[in-house]
Nanobody, 122 residues
Framework: QVQLVESGGGLVQAGGSLRLSCAAS????????MGWFRRTPGKEREFVAV????????YYADSVKGRFTISRDNAKNTVYLQMNSLKPEDTAVYYC???????????????WGPGTQVTVSS
């Protein structure tokens, strides 16, 4: 199983930007469709964005469409999430995981990384 470690979170004012990274171990990273998810206290983890294995196809939750961009670098075993025009409601812990497909974006690995906290102040 691929091990995942997220980073890049922090405290930012509304309207600001952050770039999250998810570093994956192992040599099979490029064979996985990858997704970003987020969770706030008291809520279920929700889907944010997904990217195909070759990086050509992406899909976003309506709440982040037009503001967030997912990308990947298979040579570096890393997937990114560029977050612009951040809103207080984007405050959450962000996680990455492999997903079974672009269409369903169901997480594959039962073991999640530590996540990275994003806090957006108003």
């Amino acid at each position: 199983q691929v091990q995942l470690v997220e980073s890049g979170g922090g405290l930012v004012q509304a309207g600001g930007s952050l770039r999250l990274s998810c570093a994956a171990s192992g040599r099979t990273f490029s064979t996985y469709t990858m997704g970003w998810f987020r969770r706030t206290p008291g809520k279920e983890r929700e889907f944010v964005a997904v990217i195909s294995r070759n990086g050509v196809t992406t899909y976003y939750a309506d709440s982040v469409k037009g503001r967030f961009t997912i990308s990947r670098d298979n040579a570096k075993n890393t997937v990114y999430l560029q977050m612009n025009s951040l809103k207080p409601e984007d405050t959450a812990v962000y996680y990455c995981n492999a997903v079974n497909s672009i269409a369903s974006s169901n997480p594959i690995f039962k073991s999640w990384g530590p996540g990275t906290q994003v806090t957006v102040s108003s």
